[in-house]
């Protein structure tokens, strides 16, 4: 499933209340970092875990309401999300501790 | 192919391979000092079963790159028509950085070199790797997930394309047991290895990259040293220096973009700055006007309305 981008904080809101776990990448166009993981977070949405856990992406210059309501700090920051609370913040792009974390929540 | 023309041309490949063996000290002498182009031409004139393996790392890169040269270069003088002449192996572990992927592609295709992928027995994708043998398969048994995605693709590689002689990127001033490094090796199972770079400097292949605009890894730029399956490549920042790290070209760090603690608020109020600056300059531009129209001279001419 490719990863998908929230548009607006009422989207946000209701993604992070449904059933499945969410994890969203935070990211912004001037972040190198973010350019680096973003396609190692593209390709594991195209996984088995996807079954279990829904991938979301914020541009943090246009969701400035989603990043305040977050308090991202630092880009990429991953936040996952179950029944509308933070379970896991992985912050940096590692893309081990990504996969570590996603394959964690998926068991 | 006949049976008698195969099996002459193998004992043909059988001999060059091993006259070079038994002379393998003397053509070390020969091309000790050479530069890569050198010791690439005196492979493809005396290595049957010649083949680059790569996971296109920098060396490998310009290894391509100078290969293609001498290619078009041959092309030309025989007034035939080009021909990459050493064929590419990549193995693809399912788990390489995107970026290599895409690198392996659009390199194969801007040189017009022949690429052979090999990839995990019996796996092709990682989802039918992992339904097979787990996720994060390399920390429950790192041997067996190196054999599987790297050992085994190689060799079946090697015996299927009757390959005989490789080329590395190895190179002396990479210290430690490359210092002493010879142009041509032969290894434990009869493979012949060949170091084209062995007399260059990171400098060197660097200068060379950027001279001749050489499809290389983004990652590399991102201040990764090397780059290789993405769970666990060693992140820019951590460890050693060595010779690639600390490029990336945000201030704030290696792995993330540090956020001044305030971000949002700086940002509006630089907005709010932007516009009221805005704003001012449009008070000004009309203050001119009315200016201009108190019985002073008009600053500007009437001109007709351009035709749209």
Known sequence: MPVQAIKSFDEFKTIINGDKIVVIDFWATWCGPCRMISPIFEKLSDTAVSEKIAFYKVDVDEQEQISQECRIKAMPTFIFFKGGEVIETITGADPGKLNQVIQKLAA | ?308
């Open chain 2, 1 to 308: 192919m006949s049976p008698v023309a195969e099996t002459s041309s193998k004992a043909s490949a059988d001999a060059k391979i091993r006259n070079v063996v038994e002379n393998l000290a003397k053509i070390n002498q020969r091309l000790g000092e050479a530069d890569p182009r050198e010791i690439l031409e005196w492979a493809i004139d005396n290595l049957p079963g010649l083949y680059q393996t790569t996971a296109f790392g920098l060396t490998g890169c310009v290894t391509l790159d100078l290969i293609s040269r001498i290619s078009s270069d041959r092309a030309a003088k025989s007034g035939e028509a080009p021909k990459h002449l050493v064929p590419l192996i990549f193995i693809d572990t399912l788990y390489h950085f995107p970026q290599t992927i895409d690198l392996a592609n659009q390199a194969a295709k801007h040189y017009g070199a022949p690429m052979h992928v090999y990839r995990p027995p019996g796996t092709s994708t990682v989802n039918e790797f992992e339904a097979k043998w787990g996720t994060s398969f390399w920390e429950k048994d790192e041997e067996t997930y190196d054999y599987l995605v790297k050992v085994e693709p190689a060799r079946r590689a090697y015996e299927e394309l009757g390959v005989r002689a490789v080329f590395t990127g190895r190179r002396r001033s990479q210290g430690a047991d490359r210092a002493s490094l010879n142009a041509v090796e032969v290894d434990e199972t009869g493979l012949i290895k060949i170091n084209p770079l062995m007399n260059w400097s990171f400098a060197q292949v660097d200068e060379y990259v950027k001279a001749n605009g050489v499809p290389y890894n983004e990652l590399l730029d991102m201040g990764y040293k090397s780059v290789g399956d993405w769970h666990s490549t060693a992140l820019p920042g951590s460890g050693d220096a060595g010779e690639r790290s600390g490029r990336w070209k945000d201030k704030a760090g290696k792995t993330e973009c540090g956020l001044h603690k305030d971000y949002f608020k700086f940002k509006l109020v630089a907005e709010k700055k932007l516009r009221e600056a805005e704003l001012a300059r449009k008070d000004e531009a009309k203050d001119k006007v009315e200016q201009a129209q108190d019985g002073q001279q008009p600053t500007q001419q009437d001109v007709a309305p351009v035709a749209a």
